[in-house]
C-alpha cells in the first residue's frame, strides 16, 4: 500500500510539471484543434454579423462582406494582395485611405469569429504570463503582440486571453487600442455551438467605467464591477462548406 501511495504522489508530481511546462504555442494549439483544428484551413465560413453577411475562403487569405445599402448590393473583398469593392457585381475605385479603413473592418470582425485559430497567424506573438481564477475555474493567461509587417495598421494593440486549463478554450479576452483616443475592451464568450465541427461563440463586449483602467488590471476591474457593457459580438446564419 506504501508504495502505491509513493507511486500516486510520484504521478501528481509529474502531472503538475507537465502542466507547468506548457508554452504558450501549446497551449494555443490544443485550443485550436479542440475548436476545429485542421477543418478551419479547408473549409468556407459565411455568417451575418448585424446587417452585413461575411464570407472566409482559401485558409482566410480572402475575406468577403457582402451588404445592401440604398437598393445598391456592394461586395466588398480583401485578400492579401489588395482591396477590392463591387457596387452590383461590378468593379468601382476607392481611396486608398477608405480602401484601408475597409480592410480593417472586415478583417476585424473575421478576426473575432475565427479564434482561436487566428492566433497561429505568422506576425502573431505569444507569451504565457501567469494562471488566473475566475469563479471556480482556473485559466491559462497568454498574451499576444504583432509583428509591424503583417501585423496591420492595429500591430501595437496588445491582446489578453484566458483559457481554460481543463478545455483550452478561450472564455475571455481583452485588448487595449490606440485609435479614435485609444482605450481596452474586455470579451465574456457565450452561446458556444458547433458548426460541422467548429466552434463559434458570441461575445459579450465590455469597457471600462473609468478610461484610466489599463489591460493590467482589466479582469481585476471585470471581477469588481467596474466594466460596463457596451455591446453583444452576435454571428447568425454560420454555414460552413468545404473545399476541394
Known amino acids: 500500500m506504501k508504495r502505491f501511495y509513493l507511486f500516486y504522489s510520484f504521478l501528481i508530481v509529474i502531472a503538475c510539471k507537465e502542466a507547468k511546462s506548457l508554452t504558450a504555442d501549446e497551449i494555443v494549439n490544443q485550443a485550436i484543434e479542440i475548436s476545429g483544428g485542421n477543418l478551419y484551413a479547408i473549409s468556407t465560413i459565411s455568417f451575418d454579423f448585424r446587417d452585413k453577411t461575411y464570407v472566409s475562403k482559401n485558409k482566410g487569405t480572402v475575406l468577403e462582406r457582402i451588404f445592401k445599402s ?3 448590393n ?25 480602401a484601408q479603413l475597409y480592410s480593417n473592418s472586415i478583417n476585424s470582425v473575421h478576426y473575432f469569429a ?5 492566433l497561429n497567424d505568422t ?15 482556473n485559466y491559462y493567461v ?3 503582440t504583432f509583428d509591424q509587417k503583417n501585423g496591420g495598421v492595429d500591430f501595437e494593440d496588445t491582446y489578453m486571453y484566458w483559457f481554460n486549463k ?8 481583452a485588448y487595449d487600442f490606440h485609435t479614435d483616443g485609444g482605450g481596452v475592451r474586455f470579451r465574456k464568450a ?6 460541422d465541427g467548429i466552434r463559434f461563440v458570441d461575445y459579450e463586449n465590455y469597457k471600462p467605467r473609468d478610461p484610466k483602467e489599463t ?9 469588481n464591477d467596474r466594466l460596463e457593457l457596451l455591446s453583444k459580438i452576435e454571428l447568425k446564419n454560420i454555414n460552413i462548406s468545404f473545399e476541394n
Open 114 to 118: 475565427q479564434l482561436p485559430y487566428r
Open 142 to 144: 497568454v498574451k499576444v
Open 166 to 173: 481543463e478545455t483550452f478554450k478561450p472564455d475571455y479576452l
Open 215 to 223: 489591460l493590467d488590471n482589466i479582469l481585476d476591474a471585470f471581477l
Open 70 to 72: 440604398d437598393s445598391l
Open 74 to 98: 456592394y461586395t466588398d473583398i480583401k485578400s492579401n494582395i489588395d482591396f477590392q469593392r463591387f457596387i452590383n457585381d461590378i468593379p468601382v475605385t476607392v481611396s486608398d485611405s477608405l
Open 123 to 137: 506576425s502573431v506573438h505569444k507569451e504565457l504570463i501567469g494562471e488566473a481564477t475566475i469563479g471556480t475555474t
Open 190 to 195: 457565450y452561446n458556444e455551438r458547433y458548426v
